[in-house]
């Protein structure tokens, strides 16, 4: 299964795309996690996106799909793939659909996640806490939050037009919220 997990920061996505990843056997890619893993190893990309995550911005297109392109051309790819946090902009679909063109492969659900934006704020600020995350200060929570509504919250219509997204309320602890998704994607939980 190919899926996409979409929402604002916040909403849970990372939580419930590792659950469901793991029920449904296909790897949990999240072009945030693999960003923070080159940010703390010191890695030429890591220098580069640190800059970018600490403002609350966007790392440039070309580098994150090369990022994503590569990754999805391993082979624990090959029977389907859960992405958390990618596509974000509009050429970031472009991309994507390159991407799986070539392979002859299609996504099969865009799952949409959706939470009050009080909470998000809230769970960003425990979040930040908790795990020391430099992007997660109010200010940049604040930018991050209109960031996804000016660029990526336009990408749920893109591929609403298509008939793939699945929305599913993001309100409630983990394993509700992941009994919703897994209904919503057509999985028995
Ligand atoms: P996340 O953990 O998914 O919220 O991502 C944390 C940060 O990594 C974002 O605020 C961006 O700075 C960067 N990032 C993650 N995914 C992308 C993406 N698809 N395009 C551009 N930047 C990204």
Redesign the pocket.
């Known amino acids: 299964m190919r899926l996409l997990i979409m929402g604002p920061?916040g909403a849970g996505k990372?939580t419930q795309a590792a659950v469901i990843a793991q029920l449904l056997g296909i790897p949990h890619i999240?072009?945030?996690?693999i960003?923070r893993a080159n940010v703390s190893e010191g890695t030429p990309l890591g220098i580069e996106?640190k800059r970018?995550?600490d403002a609350?911005?966007?790392?440039p297109d070309g580098v994150?799909n090369a990022m994503v392109r590569d990754r999805l051309a391993q082979a624990d790819c090959g029977p389907g793939f859960l992405l958390?946090?990618?596509?974000?902009?509009v050429e970031?679909v472009g991309e994507l659909d390159g991407m799986l063109k070539a392979s002859g492969a299609s996504l099969d659900r865009v799952i949409e996640l959706t939470v009050d934006t009080d909470v998000v704020v809230g769970r960003l600020v425990k979040r930040a806490a908790d795990q020391g995350r430099s992007?997660d200060t109010e200010d940049v929570i604040r930018r991050?939050l209109e960031v996804y509504a000016e660029q990526t919250a336009p990408l749920i219509a893109a591929y609403q037009s298509r008939g793939l997204v699945v929305r599913v309320n993001g309100m409630g602890d983990v394993a509700e919220v992941t009994s919703r998704v897994l209904a919503a994607v057509g999985v028995d939980g």
């Open positions: 920061p990372g999240s072009t945030g996690d960003f996106a970018y995550m609350g911005e966007y790392v994150t958390d946090g990618y596509p974000r902009t970031q992007d991050r």
